[in-house]
């Protein structure tokens, strides 16, 4: 057995089930567990968030130096601290949570740096700082932050009856005395101070029963007297993800009908991505009313991570709407994240990852380098830069160039690829324009190049057996040419022009030419498809000299049909002068 730890299920096949459905019931205890729907309960409402549209960027607020930081092996230090710090900066944050300052000397030091530098933190941002319902964490957290001229102070405590149960060992009256204490505390250390506002988060939101949100966030909302110039944020985080999106879109729906002095609140999100959903629980409460998202960049954190903040916001560029983040140069931003987290990005992760904007596949491959040809034919209709005309290519969601990325790494060749993304590579990376059905025939070489070697091959390996098979094919041959003559190896030949004259001398018919420049260089490409002892071949030649290249041409494609004499120098011997060369 293959796999000696793996036993395909072999329980009955459901009696419902359709004819085309023959799986069968497995082995692995599913009924330990409680399906959402019996531990989640919503309140009926009339939803309206499936009809919502999303037409502008939430607040974002990073949270990787806190709540990301946490999850990492080995914590950031001060320097990559300060290095994600000014990313976020860079990247156009204007809410960011710097760390837990009670909780950590580290955390504590890095608030003071923030407050004690001056022009650390610019006017217009706004400082987040995370403390438990604690007495003397809630101390060290205002004194942390002394100095700081814009400041949320993020109180904690998780609300779930199971938390209730198991952590905390209270009934609802007891935490919510315990979590009104710690609000009181805050709002006297609070008093008077400019620039000051609080959060809350009932932790495990998405497990707690909606009244209980209510009761709890109402009462801080009155406590803390908010209104519309001092609103309060309350924070409703699905702390373990545990339903499908549209729940927990339906949770934050209801609570964002309910709340106390609406205005005077922002409705913030933080959704964990234990189901894989965390984006799509995002978006979805975005629908629902909330105005923040907390999130971390590429989605770290603790277990299966926070909602990617990154993908999010690059959702909604593609969607034609500002993200409000400048994220123009991804993989300096992945490079730092990575830096600082000590953690790779996949190589798939949307729209950072190294192979997201990349085909293999000859399909694919084929559709967008036409894509790329209708969308610069429809930027010089517009008169527009090909950056700025509207973006519509298949396969790709994204502009590449958006992201600061090139599109060497568009299209790439392994086995799986087609005679598209061949062509284009050759375009892009060499100058060569090759006609459709020489595409057709050197996808052929390329198909058992890398069949045999099983690996990709590369913009540069390509033109270097492009080069091999067809440009160098006819090397080491002497020839002639007058006007309406020529001589190949002692073989003569006559015809309407030189190129010809050269066919004729090789036992050549030219079934198609194609020539052009190759780039703004001085060099020309001609390709020849030719029909030699009956069988049909290609050929091609380059150099300085359109003629001399319209030769080689000839020359290549009779050496590949095996006619005449094969050169074993490899390099361009000669040029047409005097009506004399070597191939």
């Not at 300096?332 to 997201?356: F, K, S, W």
């Not at 090909?386 to 060497?408: K, M, Q, T």
């Not at 059905?437 to 198909?447: D, K, N, T, Y």
Request: hydrophobic residues 40%; negative net charge; glycine residues 10%.
């Amino acid at each position: 057995m293959r796999f000696p730890t793996l036993q395909a299920p072999a329980g009955p096949v459901p009696a419902d089930a359709p004819a085309w459905n023959p799986q069968r019931g497995g082995a692995m205890p599913f009924h330990r567990y409680r399906p959402a729907h019996e531990r989640v309960h919503v309140p009926a409402l009339l939803r309206r968030w499936p009809g919502h549209r999303i037409e502008r960027a939430p607040l974002w607020v990073p949270v990787d130096l806190r709540d990301g930081n946490q999850a990492l092996a080995e914590p950031m230090d001060p320097a990559r601290k300060q290095r994600m710090f000014d990313l976020f900066l860079a990247m156009g944050f204007k809410e960011i949570e710097v760390g837990y300052p009670s909780a950590s000397r580290t955390d504590f030091d890095f608030v003071r740096r923030l407050a004690e530098q001056p022009g650390a933190v610019p006017e217009d941002v706004t400082v987040v700082v995370f403390t438990a319902a604690r007495a003397d964490l809630i101390d060290r957290t205002f004194e942390a932050v002394e100095g700081l001229p814009n400041v949320v102070v993020h109180l904690y405590t998780a609300t779930a009856p199971l938390w209730r149960d198991v952590v905390l060992g209270k009934d609802r009256d007891e935490l919510r005395a315990l979590i009104t204490a710690a609000a009181e505390r805050m709002a006297r250390l609070g008093e008077g101070r400019d620039g000051l506002r609080f959060q809350f988060s009932p932790e495990v939101f998405n497990l707690t029963e909606p009244d209980y949100v209510l009761e709890v966030c109402n009462g801080l909302t009155a406590l803390w007297d908010a209104d519309p110039d001092r609103p309060v944020i309350h924070n409703l985080p699905a702390t373990v993800e545990i339903a499908t999106p549209n729940v927990y879109a339906d949770q934050i729906e209801y609570v964002d009908r309910h709340l106390d002095r609406r205005d005077a609140v922002i409705l913030s999100v933080h959704p964990h991505n234990d189901r894989g959903t965390g984006v799509a629980c995002a978006e979805l409460a975005v629908l629902a009313g909330a105005q923040r998202v907390e999130g971390c960049l590429f989605g770290n954190g603790e277990r299966t991570g926070n909602v990617d903040l990154v993908t999010l916001a690059l959702n909604l560029h593609t969607q034609g709407v500002d993200p409000m983040l400048d994220l123009s140069d991804i993989d300096e931003i992945r490079r730092t994240v990575e830096h600082c987290n000590r953690l790779p990005v996949h190589e798939r992760h949307p729209y950072a990852g190294d192979l997201v904007h990349t085909a293999f596949s000859g399909t694919h491959q084929d559709a967008i380098k036409k894509g790329f040809a209708r969308h610069a034919g429809t930027a010089a209709e517009l008169g527009l830069p090909e950056r700025e005309a509207p973006w519509s290519v298949p396969y790709l969601p994204i502009d590449p160039a958006d992201l600061g990325r090139d599109y060497e790494a568009v299209i790439r060749v392994n086995s799986q690829s087609g005679k598209g993304g061949i062509a284009y590579l050759l375009q892009t990376g060499a100058g060569l324009e090759l006609p459709r059905r020489l595409q057709i025939e050197f996808a052929g070489v390329v198909q058992e190049t890398t069949d045999d070697s099983g690996l990709e091959i590369t913009g540069e390996e390509l033109y270097g057996l492009f080069r091999a098979e067809y440009l160098d094919a006819g090397a080491g041959r002497e020839w002639r040419v007058g006007d309406d003559w020529a001589e190949v190896d002692g073989r003569r030949g006559t015809g309407a022009g030189p190129v010809d004259a050269v066919a004729a001398a090789v036992g050549a018919e030219i079934l198609s030419f194609n020539e052009h420049a190759v780039g703004s260089g001085p060099d020309a490409v001609a390709y020849v498809e030719a029909r030699i002892g009956g069988t049909v071949v290609w050929g091609a030649g380059r150099d300085a000299s359109v003629l001399t290249a319209g030769v080689r041409a000839v020359l290549s494609a009779a050496a590949r049909a095996g006619v005449g004499r094969a050169g074993t120098d490899r390099v361009a011997a000669g040029r047409l002068t005097s009506g004399r060369g070597r191939a």
